[in-house]
């Protein structure tokens, strides 16, 4: 059963979700794993501290990496 979502809590979310295996943060948000599914029960302060280290995460995750997969690994 899904948990209810409010429009009212703030997500980092953009809908690409895929956890890069070698630092356990999606790559398309930047958060971990436990926090990703402990967000709705996050207080809103708990949530801005998270939010607040985000785009250190996700430079770390984008510089010095290339996309493996999708269409041209299924070519090659």
């Not at 356990?24 to 599914?37: M, V």
């Not at 510089?63 to 269409?71: D, E, L, P």
């Amino acid at each position: 059963m899904n948990a209810p979502v409010s429009d009212d809590i703030d997500t980092p979310c953009v809908k690409l979700c895929v956890v890069d295996p070698d630092s356990g943060f999606c790559i398309g948000c930047g958060r971990s794993r436990s926090e990703i599914a402990g967000w709705i029960a996050m207080d809103p302060a708990e949530r801005r501290e998270v939010m607040e280290g985000l785009a250190g995460r996700l430079e770390t995750l984008t510089r010095h990496k290339r996309r493996k997969g999708g269409a041209r690994a299924r070519r090659g």
